[in-house]
T-cell receptor
């Protein structure tokens, strides 16, 4: 069965520092992978998705993620954190059909 | 930009009561979903819906739950007799296509509190 593990329920970075949010997946077939962001009192917004076209995926707001099959990982990065990046981030996997399986989420805190 | 909307934003109900959560998906989307997130837990898939039928449902989606597209714009989730453990944030989502690669667009959620 497909599953997603997000290491670190809370991550804290300084403004301007590198953001790294970790996601590992388990899948029996090549997966489709997604990163969603949730700002307070808002819905889940798609940041980026991997659909096998390219291993390095660029998303909105300067975020990107790299699919590494050998490591079964899809970590989310941003070179320089901004205060507005503070939110909860969810990694999700989809195999067959259209059911998303989510990780537990990582709350990103950005310190000034 | 088109978005998924949900009403109400917060619903408080007594145990055993019926509740209906409402969603308006993006207008040209054909696939609709409900997910829920119990406080402190993962977002969980409940059900997917296409062409007026349930495509897939999870173990959570038992006989107490039902979904309906009563008209051309709304998509509803009904819980017939609420339990304390139904307290959660319920998210509606929609997508244009039904493939694994298709992006699902989420609404802001309805927080259901069962007392």
């Amino acid at each position: 069965a497909q599953s997603v593990t997000q290491l670190g329920s809370h991550v804290s970075v300084s403004e301007g520092a590198l953001v790294l949010l970790r996601c590992n997946y388990s899948s029996s077939v090549p997966p489709y992978l997604f990163w969603y962001v949730q700002y307070p009192n808002q819905g889940l917004q798609l940041l980026l998705k991997y659909t096998s076209a390219a291993t390095l995926v660029k998303g909105i707001n300067g975020f990107e993620a790299e699919f590494k099959k050998s490591e079964t990982s899809f970590h989310l990065t941003k070179p320089s954190a901004h205060m507005s990046d503070a939110a909860e981030y969810f990694c999700a996997v989809s195999e067959y059909g259209n059911k998303l399986v989510f990780g537990a989420g990582t709350i990103l805190r950005v310190k000034s | 930009e088109p978005e998924v909307t949900q009403t109400p934003s917060h619903q408080v109900t007594q145990m055993g009561q019926e509740v209906i959560l409402r969603c308006v998906p993006i207008s040209n989307h054909l696939y609709f979903y409900w997910y829920r997130q119990i406080l402190g837990q993962k977002v969980e898939f409940l059900v997917s819906f296409y062409n007026n039928e349930i495509s897939e449902k999870s173990e959570i989606f038992d006989d107490q739950f039902s979904v309906e597209r009563p008209d051309g714009s709304n998509f509803t989730l009904k819980i017939r007799s609420t339990k304390l453990e139904d307290s959660a944030m319920y998210f509606c989502a929609s997508s244009e296509g039904g493939l694994a690669a298709d992006t699902q667009y989420f609404g802001p959620g309805t927080r259901l509190t069962v007392l």
